[in-house]
């Protein structure tokens, strides 16, 4: 067997057939070659196999056992993934099918955003094309997250396979003559009354669903996550405080989509769809209020107002306005002055949670994170942070 060593991954090549006749063979084989890992993540590759009985089966199911790991097998072909999901073994190794290639080329781009590009491949379905540093682990969480969604009664679009574009990797989505929401305010003026309607119903449907235990992560594990990845730039005592604002989040059984702008919603046939979930949790609302006021008040009217334009398909004094509209219905707040006491408490959570994204990963903000850090954390966060362990319990 062909073995390979990349990125801390340590891949087996199965071969052909793996039978009754040679099972014994290739167990004594694969363990040997299992051993010579070293600290690396072991994975099987099926490329190669055409075939795989009960008895090869039982070789993979005693290899997973030694490694205490649920196995990752992937590049499975359809026919050997039949044999894997008929005999239930897909639920006891973490199998993969061979991702089917396509190619954008000459596709429209319905969308852009951080993670990734929306193109349209013909009137029934589109593709999220994701950026190469995303995962495959975080891709595939995406496309649970909008299964999960889905059976929930979240209006959203109906995820398809994960497929191979190039050198990166995408979700195919049912999409049937859509348009993302914010083409749609940008293109229609005369509708926006009745798409900002339309966009705080979907946001207070998130609010008010509830998901069981485990459809998706806690926003307060998401949170932790983050601060202690801020070690190369924070104090222990920093750290201690971040984590302790966090465990002051209420515990919620409800959904936070966490990018909630126009360009992750599409519009189909007058009801508009969630595209884009890799970042949903469950969480209170006013996480997502926040989100909101960073991507419709403050990108902008600050430096990050091209970036927005090209997430959400509208120009930055379209988005404000959008923006201030959703915030006016979703609070119910109507007065200016009322309303400014309002995005001044969501700015303390706002500097909150900006000051926790260097420990998110994203290039950009690891860059910024020496400025991100003293400018938000020590000049905003601490200062206030009994405002903001306070304002996560009432607003």
């Keep these: 067997m062909k073995t390979t060593t990349e990125n801390k991954r340590y891949t087996i090549c199965l071969d052909k057939r793996i039978d009754g006749s040679n099972a014994a063979e290739v167990e004594k084989e694969i363990f040997a070659l299992a051993e010579n890992r070293g600290e690396n993540d072991l994975f099987i590759d099926a490329d190669g196999l055409e075939y795989i009985s009960s008895a090869g089966l039982r070789v993979l199911m005693k290899l997973c056992k030694s490694v205490k790991t649920k196995l990752p097998i992937v590049n499975v072909s359809p026919e050997v993934y039949d044999i894997f999901e008929t005999t239930g073994f897909t639920e006891i190794l973490d199998v993969r099918k061979k991702l089917r290639e396509i190619d954008v080329t000459g596709c429209p781009v319905i969308g852009q955003g951080g993670n990734g590009t929306i193109y349209r491949l013909d009137d029934d379905t589109i593709v999220k094309v994701y950026k190469p540093w995303m995962s ?28 191979k574009c190039g050198d990166c990797l995408g979700v195919v989505f049912e999409m049937l003559k859509s348009d993302t929401l914010g083409h749609a305010m940008m293109n229609n003026p005369e509708l926006l009354d009745d798409y900002v309607d339309k966009y705080v119903e979907l946001a207070k449907k998130l609010h008010s669903t509830h998901i069981k235990d485990g459809g998706f992560d806690r926003i307060q594990d998401v949170y932790h996550g983050y601060a202690d990845n801020l070690k190369e730039w924070c104090s222990d005592e920093e750290i201690a405080l971040c984590h302790s604002i966090i465990d002051e989040i209420p515990e919620v059984d409800t959904v936070t989509h966490n990018d909630l702008h126009p360009g992750n919603i599409m519009i189909q046939n007058d009801e508009l769809l969630l595209i884009d979930m890799p970042a949903v949790t469950m969480g209170p609302p006013v996480c997502d209020m926040v989100s909101i006021y960073r991507d419709m008040i403050v990108a ?23 923006g201030n509209m959703f915030f006016q219905r979703y609070t119910g707040i109507t007065d200016p002055e009322q309303l400014k006491a309002y995005y001044d408490k969501i ?16 290039e950009k903000a690891m860059k910024l994170a020496p400025i991100l850090i003293d400018k ?20």
């Design 136 to 163: 495959v682990d975080e891709i595939e969480r995406e496309r649970k997250y909008a299964r999960t969604a889905f059976i929930n009664g979240i209006p959203s679009v109906i995820a398809y396979d994960t497929v």
């Design 376 to 395: 938000l954390l020590r000049k905003i966060v601490v200062p206030n942070e009994k405002a903001i362990r306070q304002l996560f319990k009432v607003m």
């Design 300 to 322: 902008p009217a600050g430096a990050e107002a091209a970036s927005i334009e090209r997430s959400t398909g509208m120009s930055k004094e379209m988005v404000i306005k959008v």
């Design 347 to 362: 700015g303390l959570l706002y500097a909150f949670n900006v000051a926790l994204m260097p420990g998110a990963g994203s």
